[in-house]
């Protein structure tokens, strides 16, 4: 064990299972580690790099910012908050938005206003919020409450009350969960955490048919989904549904810290000063990268060539799967790949890792690849390749 990982180990909290790495540069879809190694990353931190590492015009864009305002706090305007406010609601269904630091806080931020607006207009007590089993909301007191996994629970109850699990892609079942003490539904497009799970067609149309008929507001996590990952700008636009509230975070600053809950002015009318705050949201610094993001992402070429690169993967990989039994499930939409063994998948992450292809295991057995949406076909050839051979020498 190196210097880094012993000291890894004694200073800090013992939060992460972490892979015995350490990773010292970065370009694009590649990283290297401290002996100087090369990896194909086909992670791109958890889905947060879309641009791939320390793409140029971004890192152009953060060093001018950095010369320029970093931080002046929320009592005082600055232009590239509003600039890219201006932009997500241009090119969303949102009309205001509120910045945080992370997609957890967006959520909170979503659950907080849902229930303010609930509060506002029908008054106490209708507070309940149906999330999906197997969802990811995060990892604050009330986004691990809202998440439906028991092992993100465990151990730090009392939760926060008033979420109700509904199973995921089932209509009926949220329908079943709605009483008069509901106020939204919030639901991932596609899960992410849960592992890579697309809903059928119309799931989305149901839950906003759902929604507007029990006058519940539709709240969607795009934390992971979102930022061009599935070929759209938005996952939910493949179905054509906008909610009421959506949350993003992971890619929209490549890297730098920014959350953002989006939301229409019926909604967000319910936050008014005093309602929610945060010291850091919307710096001039993370707004001003966030923006050349998404002025890169939302491209509709861009776009274009993010769908043509999923297809191509995901055709490959179908490809493999007729070869290896082991592969039991491929699927995607974009960039948001999951590929189900029918074993446990984390001593494949730790093969191809060894190999240099980063990828991780989500839900046991779902090898999740989400490589930066600027891979090429070269790269994901190559990675086709490794992960052939890794799974070859399975038995099976
Ligand atoms: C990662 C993630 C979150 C939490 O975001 P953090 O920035 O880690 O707080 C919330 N929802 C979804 C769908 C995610 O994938």
């Not at 791109?44 to 864009?61: K, Q």
């Not at 929320?74 to 945080?100: C, G, I, M, W």
């Not at 909301?137 to 629970?153: C, D, N, P, Y």
């Not at 700008?233 to 975070?249: G, N, R, S, W, Y």
Request: net charge neutral; glycine share 8%.
């Amino acid at each position: 064990m190196g210097d880094v990982q012993r000291a890894c180990s004694q200073y800090i909290c013992k939060t992460y299972a972490r892979l015995p790495v350490t990773f010292v540069k970065g370009k694009g879809c590649r990283l290297w580690d401290a002996s100087g190694k090369e990896y194909l990353d086909f992670l791109a931190g958890i889905a947060v790099c879309n641009l791939g590492h320390c793409h140029e015009e971004i890192t152009r864009t953060l060093c001018d910012q950095a010369d320029t305002l970093i931080h002046v706090s929320n009592l005082f305007y600055t232009h590239p908050q509003v600039e890219l406010a201006r932009e997500l609601t241009r090119l969303s269904f949102a009309d205001k938005v509120f910045f945080s630091n992370s997609g957890a806080e967006a959520n909170e931020a979503a659950i907080k206003l849902a229930r303010k607006h609930s509060n506002d207009r029908h008054g106490p007590g209708r507070f309940h919020i149906i999330t999906m089993r197997n969802s990811f909301h995060g990892r604050t007191l009330a986004t691990l409450s809202a998440t439906g996994q028991e092992k993100v629970h465990k151990g730090f109850e009392p939760l926060v009350e008033g979420f109700t699990f509904a199973d995921f892609d089932s209509l009926s079942s949220v329908e079943a969960a709605i009483t008069d003490r509901t106020c939204a539904v919030m639901v991932e497009p596609i899960q992410g955490e849960g592992g890579v799970h697309i809903p059928s067609p119309k799931y989305l149309a149901g839950l906003r048919d759902l929604c507007t008929r029990h006058d519940l507001l539709l709240i969607y996590d795009e934390v992971q989904v979102g930022m061009g990952r599935t070929g759209l700008l938005f996952a939910h636009e493949h179905e054509k549904v906008t909610p009421d509230i959506m949350t993003l975070a992971k890619a929209l600053g490549n890297g730098l810290p920014i959350g953002a809950m989006l939301a229409t002015d019926r909604v967000a009318e319910a936050f008014v000063p005093g309602s929610h705050a945060t010291t850091f949201g919307g710096t001039p610094l993370v707004t001003a990268v966030a923006l050349r993001v998404l002025r890169i992402i939302s491209d509709e070429t861009f776009l274009r060539g993010v769908r043509e690169k999923g297809i191509y993967f995901l055709e490959r990989l179908l490809q493999l799967k007729e070869q290896r039994p082991v592969i039991r499930h491929v699927r995607g939409r974009g960039l948001m790949i999951g590929v189900e063994l029918d074993r446990p998948g984390q001593p494949m992450v730790e093969k191809l890792l060894s190999r240099g292809y980063i990828a991780n295991c989500t839900h046991e057995r779902v090898l999740r690849f989400v490589p930066p949406l600027t891979v090429t076909e070269e790269e994901m050839d190559r990675f086709i390749a490794a992960l052939d051979i890794c799974l070859r020498e399975e038995t099976p």
